[in-house]
């Protein structure tokens, strides 16, 4: 599928469409280039509606500023809480940002904001296009990962070698590494155990449970709990990029130590969906270096690993190459310090394995080659 080679401005004719009608009102609206960008960005997407939001969020995290990301989250209802707004007041909350009238912002700043957005769908759809003209003449990657379990990916960035752990197995099969990273919501609400989720499966595995297999103890859910009402969270929100640490119950029988509750995920009222921004998951991940340096000072021996899921690509939405490119932002960023500790990830599917190494293995950063096990 060629990127839209149209020029910008049939696109930004449908990115105005999306921010007059909204993205609660996009079904029966044509939108033929945002559709293909939908088709090549976020093929998993559930469907065509949260596949545009996608796309959006993409273009729009990759923004130049702060302002431009928040005036144009606004304008697009892509903030969290104002997706429903009518269009008038996403336009005055975007002007807000920028300190103008609204009349002003209308004719002036929102084209640029908009433009941007177009500007960015469009270079992600290029970039996408070399990747599988790249591609065309090699073999299916994720061919070798399937009945692979795990991989060691040798990455030289920074100057210096590391090695990363690749698994690709359900998240409550790792062993022998001290900290599990889970996604959460703003409510720290688990899911039930018999769910599918990451949380819902290490909440299931970390249970203490009689001969029987009866339920004696759900500690994960209990510290949870116990968290929010010692920090005064009970009912209400805690910020997204939030780690809470709780125990890992009967997972320590793993050599599991902790786990890490790195909030991401907005619910979307109404729904049983979530809103999940890339940048909200690369706070978490910072958040999560600096909770394990805190708790590395209080053990014997010291957390010194510590595995990452794809934050995010599940019910939060995020397409696998976002939300990879979201958590190692923040990995990369912890490197730049001089972080030394063992980093793992943990995926189920043999194309997501792929993608991962794929990305690792072709990070260079200053010319540094890179090569895998």
Known sequence: MASPSTGDVPLLQEIRVVRRVGLVRLRGHSLPLLEASVEALAPDA???????????RHAVSLLDTDKLREAAGYTLGLVSGCRDWPASDRRDRAAAVYGVSVERFRKDHEVMVL????????????????????GDSAPASDEKWRGV?????????????TVFTVHRHPVDLVRDVDVLVSPANVHLALP?????????????????????GEVLRDPVHEELRDWTAQNGTSGRPVLPGTVVPTGVGA????????????VI??????????????ADVTRAVSRVFSLLAEESG???????????????????????????GAVWAGIEAELARGATCDVHFVVRSPEAAALLEGV???IRPGGDQSATD
């Not at 960015?120 to 990747?131: I, N, S």
């Open 149 to 161: 379990t795990h991989r060691k990916v040798r990455v030289r960035a920074r100057g210096r070698q």
């Open 251 to 262: 997972l320590g029988e793993q050599g599991v130590r902790r786990i890490y509750h790195a």
């Open 192 to 212: 039930e155990a018999y769910k599918s989720s990451i949380p819902a499966s290490l909440r299931r595995a970390a249970s203490v449970r009689s001969v029987t």
């Open 46 to 56: 559930r469907t065509r509606e949260a596949g545009v939001e996608s796309v959006l």
């Open 265 to 278: 995920a907005v619910p979307r009222a109404g729904t049983n969906d979530y809103d999940v921004l890339p």
């Open 360 to 362: 690792l293995t072709g």
């Open 115 to 134: 433009g941007q957005v177009a500007d960015h769908v469009l270079r992600l759809m290029a970039a996408q296009d070399v990747e599988r003209a790249e």
């Open 298 to 324: 209080l053990s014997t021996p010291a957390v010194s690993s510590v595995c990452f899921p794809l934050l995010g690509s599940g019910r939060g939405g995020l397409p696998y190459r976002v939300s990879l």
